[in-house]
């Protein structure tokens, strides 16, 4: 079983700040105060014995003061003592219940030790306690995935994200949940059903993503033989096949898929723009338009909306469907053959110098990619012994 490794990332600063306060409202005689904030300083300056100290003879002199055993109980966390931070913990809440943070302290160390039904237990009670602090929420989600319970972990991590949107750790965790959430999934369909649409579906998409598009293609095409109508399995297959330039296959593909579901929209902009790649802009004209008039935000469609209209001779639409692609600040192969396609227009409307700067504009995107790609190779050499 895996755990993730635990530090000083706990908010402790803050936290020190707000039990220094504590204590001087509680009203010690001015050596206790003294002692209290020397012991936060050291702590907060990594020297732990210093503090470790310094908290314990703050202890002795204050048998009842929480905040004490909470801080002492940080600096035994931070030298991965977690035994005798639990201890302190627990006498802190012993002593002042509402001190709702070290719960999240508490299930800290349990979960270090690998305790884990304690852990959830304590991280629990601090996620009522403190509902919306992303800290607790991500712990607790952290439990819940080591214990196995990848559902109940993604929610809280996806509620902690809501709650902190930029923090890595909150989305590296909420990944992890969500990943292990498929392969749940997954593994629960290949037990029902090993020769299933859906499994081969499965398949087929995670051959995508590793770039197997050979292997891709055949569990798609296993999928399409089990489950003929089902949806999306020709739009998917008849993509993976246009990307390999198998285009009569890709065509019949597209064309399989509007026959279940003539509304497709992605399966209508697809043909169309393959038959213009093709050039056959005048069979795909129609579909491309039909597609933009279900779905106007496809911004593929407009580009090869563009270049149909281009090649047919209709200036003035293709430099409107054109804009739309770059006005959509597209990155990558498609901005750049959407500003070649816009030259060729502007020359067409006898524009050069429009045509001009729409030729300069594709080559400062060509180049900053070359950078981009020298700057990766770069790292690559870095990294290599």
Do not use: C
Request: proline share 4%.
């Amino acid at each position: 079983m895996k755990f993730m490794k635990t530090g000083s990332a706990l908010g402790v600063g803050l936290w020190l700040l707000a039990l220094a306060a504590g204590a001087r409202a509680q009203g010690p005689d001015a050596g206790l105060a003294a002692r209290f904030k020397a012991a936060a300083e050291a702590q907060r300056a990594g020297r732990l014995e210093e503090a470790a100290a310094a908290y314990a003879e703050v202890i002795r002199l204050r048998p009842d003061l929480a905040e004490a055993y909470v801080n002492f109980g940080l600096v035994r966390q931070e030298q991965r003592q977690y035994a005798e931070a639990i201890v302190l913990f627990e006498k802190a809440l012993g002593l002042k219940p509402e001190l709702h943070a070290a719960r999240l302290f508490l299930g800290i160390a349990y979960y270090s030790l690998g305790r884990l039904d304690p852990a959830l237990a304590a991280l629990g009670d601090a996620a009522r306690a403190l509902p919306q602090d992303p800290r607790v929420l991500m712990w607790l989600g952290v439990a819940e995935l080591a214990a196995g319970k990848a559902a109940e972990a993604a929610g809280h991590l996806d509620a902690a994200a809501a709650l902190a949107p930029g923090d890595l750790d909150v989305l590296y965790h909420r990944g992890r949940a969500h990943l292990k959430v498929s392969q749940q999934s997954y593994e629960q369909m290949y037990k029902l059903d090993p020769k299933s649409a859906r499994v081969h579906q499965v398949l087929a998409q995670s051959y995508e993503e590793a770039g197997r598009d050979v292997d891709a293609i055949v569990e798609y095409e296993l999928a399409i033989q089990i489950a003929p109508r089902m949806p999306g399995l020709n739009e998917a297959l008849g993509s993976l096949l246009w990307k390999n330039n198998r285009m009569d296959e890709a065509e019949a593909a597209f064309e399989r898929e509007l026959k279940l579901d003539p509304h497709n929209a992605l399966a209508m902009y697809k043909l169309g723009g393959m038959r213009v790649e093709r050039g056959q802009p005048e069979r795909g004209l129609a579909m491309l338009e039909a597609a933009i008039r279900q779905s106007p935000d496809l911004i593929d469609a407009h580009y090869y909306l563009g270049k149909a209209q281009a090649l047919l001779d209709r200036p003035e639409p293709a430099l409107g469907n054109l804009k739309k692609v770059i006005d959509a600040n597209q990155s990558g192969q498609l901005i750049e053959s959407a500003y070649y396609q816009l030259a060729r227009v502007y020359r067409r409307l006898g524009q050069p110098a429009e045509a001009q700067a729409a030729l300069a504009s594709l080559q400062k995107l060509r180049t900053e990619r070359e950078e981009r790609r020298g700057e990766k190779l770069e790292e690559i050499k870095k990294r290599q012994p």
